[in-house]
Nanobody
């Protein structure tokens, strides 16, 4: 099992920045993908950003150029730097991890609210 603990959510004005963190523990040696999804009220969960073990990244279209995903392997932590936040970025952000067998794990979520 893998446990994921998110932090860093909160309330910010439009145009502001936040950084989310996700610390992984447990059977982390098997994890090769980590990242973030988000879910706004009444909407489906959507991809925000993923980072693969080799360092390649993948971003959702709505956040490209504004958000940056990174990781610290020594701390087993992945970060999401969010700049230029918009009200439509308001959502619960979930940390995600996956192993090569495509077994996924989710964090409990952290709320991000962007006021206009």
């Amino acid at each position: 099992q893998v446990q994921l603990l998110e932090s860093g959510g909160g309330l910010v004005q439009a145009g502001g920045s936040l950084r989310l963190s996700c610390a992984a523990s447990g059977s982390i040696a098997s994890i090769n993908v980590m990242g973030w999804y988000r879910q706004a009220p009444g909407k489906q969960r959507e991809l925000v950003a993923l980072i693969i073990s080799g360092g390649s990244t993948n971003y959702g279209d709505s956040v490209k150029g504004r958000f940056t995903i990174s990781r610290d392997n020594a701390k087993n932590t992945v970060y999401l730097q969010m700049n230029g936040l918009k009200p439509e970025d308001t959502a619960v952000y979930y940390c995600y991890a996956r192993n090569p067998l495509l077994v996924g794990f989710w964090g409990q979520g952290t709320q991000v609210t962007v006021s206009s």
